[in-house]
Nanobody, 118 residues
């Protein structure tokens, strides 16, 4: 059973960088065919796909977020991370990490609330 757990600060000031880490257990982030994503849900809105890092390390981002989003990984720790620069209150959301495999997201973290406020 693959498990994912998000971690990071719950409060970030405007213009700062939001950094979150997803720790994966029960499976490897280098498993062939897998891709490891960040997805968020702003209050009162639907899910927004942000991007992913694939099992070989290549990255893909939402066009609307690409300019200030970065996803990286640490294979020695089986973790992948999100950095979102120059945040605004509109970046307030519950942030989820998830595993994509065989054209579906089959495992999700529980989500972590991030609030952008001064």
């Amino acid at each position: 059973q693959v498990q994912l757990q998000e971690s990071g600060p719950g409060l970030v000031k405007p213009s700062q960088t939001l950094s979150l880490t997803c720790t994966v257990s029960g499976g490897s982030i280098t498993t062939s065919g897998s891709y490891w994503s960040w997805i968020r849900q702003p209050p009162g809105k639907g899910l927004e796909w942000m991007g992913f890092i694939a099992y070989r390390g290549s990255t893909y981002y939402s066009p609307s977020l690409k300019s200030h989003t970065s996803i990286s990984r640490d294979t020695s720790k089986n973790q992948f991370s999100l950095q979102l620069t120059s945040v605004t209150p509109e970046d307030t959301a519950v942030y989820y990490c998830a595993r994509g495999y065989n054209y579906q997201y089959d495992y999700w973290g529980q989500g972590t609330q991030v609030t952008v406020s001064s």
